[in-house]
């Protein structure tokens, strides 16, 4: 189908995702209603045709993505988000710079094992009420977006959604630790300036309110049983990448039995969460459903539509697309495309676009049981580009990750003043995040 397919079947794509990056921005209130209802539209609108063009082909191709991508995929969010809602940090710290990076340290740490998502939520509101004192807060928000919400996601395939898609089409669990040096130039250079412009704000802060200065209390974490939880899902997704139970076929689609029991124990470890948590610690938390329902609902969307742009990719040179991907050869390439795109749009289907590319630049028409290890043996620097421009650019805008927007609400309801989308790309992301990130790019591709 990669062959035969025209650009044309690329526009429910393209225009889902400019209703993501604009009608949040412009057309809040109708998105807020609605975004599901536009999920679904451009959805349909990528289905019925390919269906009437290709019925069996085209059933098989959207039956494989929603049951061996999407499902896996939202399963996995689902319960890293049930059972990071259940976890709080109690007590009052004294938002110090030392203090401000240590928390920033710990979240980016923790995110690449309880996901940006969880460890966002999990340490933003602790992190505004360590700095309620403070009187400039925004750029506090901002790199705790940058590091918490994005970089830190980098390790492992629990840590953001495009290296979880990774995983399941076939890179192992542990391959992402290859991921670990350019994680750490950007962790050090990013934790520095934080440190430098916290200590600049803080001395011009100075003195500290009354009642504030030495007064750090007991700092506790209510919600421990949910630990047990979240080490079973990240053992449970450790094995599955180890262990093989041998496949099964549905409807000429082959699954692999142990992913059909780490899902269902995914389930059961948030079922479980929500049965043992007290009620009163998900308040305080301000857990509700509506982040996770909108991302199930918008993914559902994203992963039907990207369908043609994903066979055409895989088409290569035989493809709608050869002209664009013959301009894309080199890591460097691929590190800035994928980056530049995980910017403005979601980094999880901008790296499946750009993986696909890879596979069918160097093994075109090549089944991905037999290409994905031939990339992985040959051509990993490709790989490894692509992974870091989608995990780490995503910073780059307030809608290149999910939990970005989520970060800037929580703020602006807790009164922090957060830059504009524009202020954030002028202020931050284009006198700090790309110098670092063309650095990083001459020094690792």
Same mark, same amino acid.
């Given at each position: 189908?990669?062959?035969?397919?025209?650009?044309? $079947?690329?526009?429910?794509?393209?225009?889902?995702?400019?209703?993501?990056?604009?009608?949040?921005?412009?057309?809040?209130?109708?998105?807020?209603?609605? &975004?599901?209802?536009?999920?679904?539209?451009?959805?349909?609108?990528?289905?019925?045709?390919?269906?009437?063009?290709?019925?069996?082909?085209?059933?098989?191709?959207? %039956?494989?993505?929603?049951?061996?991508?999407?499902?896996?995929?939202?399963?996995?969010? %689902?319960?890293?988000?049930?059972?990071?809602?259940? @976890?709080?940090?109690?007590?009052?710290?004294?938002?110090?710079?030392?203090?401000?990076?240590?928390?920033? &340290?710990?979240?980016?740490?923790?995110?690449?094992?309880?996901?940006? $998502?969880?460890?966002?939520?999990?340490?933003?509101? &602790?992190?505004?009420?360590?700095?309620?004192?403070?009187?400039?807060?925004?750029?506090?928000?901002?790199?705790?977006?940058?590091?918490?919400?994005?970089?830190?996601?980098?390790?492992?395939?629990?840590?953001?959604?495009?290296?979880?898609?990774?995983?399941?089409?076939?890179?192992? &669990?542990? %391959? $992402?630790?290859?991921?670990?040096?350019?994680?750490?130039?950007?962790?050090?250079?990013?934790?520095?300036?934080?440190?430098?412009?916290?200590?600049?704000?803080?001395?011009?802060?100075?003195?500290?309110?009354? *009642?504030?200065?030495?007064?750090?209390?007991?700092?506790?974490?209510?919600?421990?049983?949910?630990?047990?939880?979240?080490?079973? @899902?990240?053992?449970?997704?450790?094995?599955?990448?180890?262990?093989?139970?041998?496949?099964?076929?549905?409807?000429?689609?082959?699954?692999?039995?142990?992913?059909? @029991?780490?899902?269902?124990?995914?389930?059961?470890?948030?079922?479980?969460?929500?049965?043992?948590?007290?009620?009163? @610690?998900?308040?305080?938390?301000?857990?509700? %459903?509506?982040?996770?329902?909108?991302?199930?609902?918008?993914?559902?969307?994203?992963?039907?539509?990207?369908?043609?742009?994903?066979?055409?990719?895989?088409?290569?040179?035989?493809?709608?697309?050869?002209?664009?991907?013959?301009?894309?050869?080199?890591?460097?390439?691929?590190?800035?495309? +994928? *980056?530049?795109?995980?910017?403005?749009?979601?980094?999880?289907? $901008?790296?499946?676009?750009?993986? +696909?590319?890879?596979?069918?630049?160097?093994?075109?028409?090549?089944?991905?049981?037999?290409?994905?290890?031939?990339?992985?043996?040959?051509?990993?620097?490709?790989?490894?580009?692509?992974? +870091?421009?989608?995990?780490?650019? *995503?910073?780059?805008?307030?809608? *290149?990750?999910?939990?970005?927007?989520?970060?800037?609400?929580?703020?602006?309801?807790?009164?922090?003043?957060?830059?504009?989308?524009?202020?954030?790309?002028?202020?931050?992301?284009?006198?700090?995040? +790309?110098?670092?990130?063309?650095?990083?790019?001459?020094?690792?591709?």
């Amino acid at each position: 189908m990669g062959e035969v397919l025209s650009l044309y $079947t690329t526009i429910p794509f393209l225009g889902l995702l400019l209703s993501i990056a604009l009608c949040p921005l412009f057309f809040p209130q109708l998105w807020h209603d609605h &975004f599901g209802k536009i999920s679904a539209v451009w959805a349909i609108l990528t289905a019925i045709p390919l269906i009437m063009a290709y019925p069996k082909a085209a059933v098989h191709e959207l %039956w494989q993505v929603l049951t061996l991508d999407y499902v896996p995929f939202i399963i996995l969010l %689902w319960s890293l988000f049930t059972v990071s809602g259940g @976890i709080i940090i109690r007590g009052n710290l004294q938002g110090t710079p030392l203090a401000n990076t240590l928390i920033l &340290f710990l979240g980016t740490i923790l995110a690449s094992w309880v996901g940006t $998502t969880g460890a966002s939520m999990l340490l933003i509101r &602790f992190f505004l009420r360590a700095n309620s004192f403070r009187k400039n807060r925004s750029f506090m928000v901002v790199f705790f977006i940058v590091l918490v919400s994005n970089i830190g996601g980098a390790l492992s395939p629990l840590g953001d959604p495009p290296l979880f898609l990774g995983f399941l089409h076939g890179v192992p &669990f542990l %391959w $992402t630790f290859n991921l670990l040096s350019p994680m750490l130039f950007m962790i050090i250079a990013l934790l520095s300036i934080y440190f430098l412009l916290d200590a600049f704000h803080y001395k011009k802060e100075q003195p500290v309110p009354r *009642g504030i200065k030495g007064s750090t209390k007991k700092i506790w974490v209510d919600g421990l049983i949910n630990l047990i939880f979240l080490a079973g @899902i990240i053992a449970m997704v450790l094995i599955s990448g180890l262990v093989n139970l041998g496949p099964f076929s549905f409807w000429g689609i082959e699954y692999q039995r142990i992913n059909l @029991i780490r899902d269902v124990f995914l389930i059961f470890m948030g079922l479980m969460s929500l049965w043992t948590t007290p009620q009163s @610690i998900r308040e305080d938390n301000e857990f509700t %459903w509506v982040p996770i329902r909108e991302v199930a609902y918008i993914f559902l969307g994203l992963f039907i539509t990207m369908v043609p742009c994903m066979l055409i990719l895989k088409a290569g040179d035989k493809g709608a697309l050869s002209v664009v991907t013959s301009f894309i050869k080199e890591p460097f390439h691929y590190f800035w495309a +994928c *980056g530049i795109l995980s910017s403005f749009l979601d980094n999880a289907p $901008t790296y499946m676009a750009f993986f +696909c590319s890879i596979l069918g630049q160097f093994y075109p028409g090549i089944p991905e049981g037999v290409s994905v290890p031939r990339l992985l043996n040959d051509h990993a620097v490709f790989l490894k580009a692509i992974s +870091c421009g989608a995990v780490f650019m *995503g910073a780059n805008t307030y809608i *290149g990750n999910a939990p970005n927007f989520m970060v800037r609400s929580i703020a602006e309801e807790s009164g922090v003043t957060m830059p504009s989308f524009f202020g954030y790309i002028f202020n931050y992301s284009l006198p700090i995040l +790309c110098p670092l990130f063309f650095i990083l790019g001459l020094i690792f591709f």
